[in-house]
């Protein structure tokens, strides 16, 4: 027979290991779990990543920095942080959206907690809107249930089909809850293409007028950026009421990339292939690429989308 100091022993020690095994600390050390409502971004790891893999970018880091970390340390915000960011491709709008994923959940896109929406994947027909605005109500509400600081990335604004995103509308407005749910904490970013007209020319203007791109200010381009998606058909937020209520918080432009900045992308993809960087093959590369306009050649048509690909050529080298 046991004796009794034995079991009770035996019961505590149990419930002690039991105890530890299910403290937060530790269980969230192998398994995923939404942030803790005190819990703060790092200001500096964050702007240490944007300032090494973010190129050419001084606006967009400027204010996703600011913004972020405001949104971040503010134990109580009257809304959920609500980002548009527009540009050509490969200019760096999925890139920063990784990298502020990884830095608000640290598994970044394979987060549970972060969800990326493709228009053309996810929303393909145009005869199902109203079917897809109640999935993405559900898909919202829940996972906002599960965890209040959840990201939601909306990739290809610009194919989304006009009044879609009007159906979230409600979580990103200045309620304390929706059926019983606060979405003050999330954040939501949108990734268009649409206004790299717009933002390209005012480039080139300022490049023009003999000012360094550096002198370009949000309020250069934000007021145009926001009447620009509410005006174009094809810009997923046309006539939204996102931007009618000003739900928006800031439409943060994507500069077009020059001859430097797209060298800073190739150095960049060599060190992370484990290459010692190569000067010639950065020149190589670059020199494959194709820029506007057509006489000064000024800006990269395709930012850096294609180095990875063009520099798988030049392996060998």
Known sequence: ALEPLSVGLAIGVASALTG????????????????????RLNATALKVKLDTKLFGQHLAKDVVLKAVMGFSNNPSPKKPLTLSLHGWAGTGKNFLSQILAEHVH??????????LFLATLHFPHHDQLKVYKEQLQNWIRGNVSACAHSVFIFDEMDKMHPGLIDAIKPFL??????????????????LSNAGGDLINKAALDFWTSGKQREEIQLKDLEPMLSVGAFNNKNSGLWHSSLIDRNLIDYFIPFLPLEHKHVKM???AEMKARGY??????????????TFFPKEQKIYSDKGCKTVQAKLDIHEDA
């Open 276 to 289: 010692a960087v190569n000067e010639k093959v950065v020149q190589a590369v670059a020199d494959e690429m």
């Open 173 to 190: 407005d200045y309620y304390e809850q929706v059926d019983g749910v606060s979405y003050r904490k999330a954040i939501f970013i949108f």
């Open 20 to 39: 530890y095994l299910s403290h937060p600390s530790f269980y969230c050390s192998y398994v995923e779990c939404c942030p803790s409502a005190g819990q």
């Open 106 to 115: 640290r598994a970044g896109l394979r987060s549970k907690f972060v969800h």
């Open 265 to 267: 992308c190739i150095r």
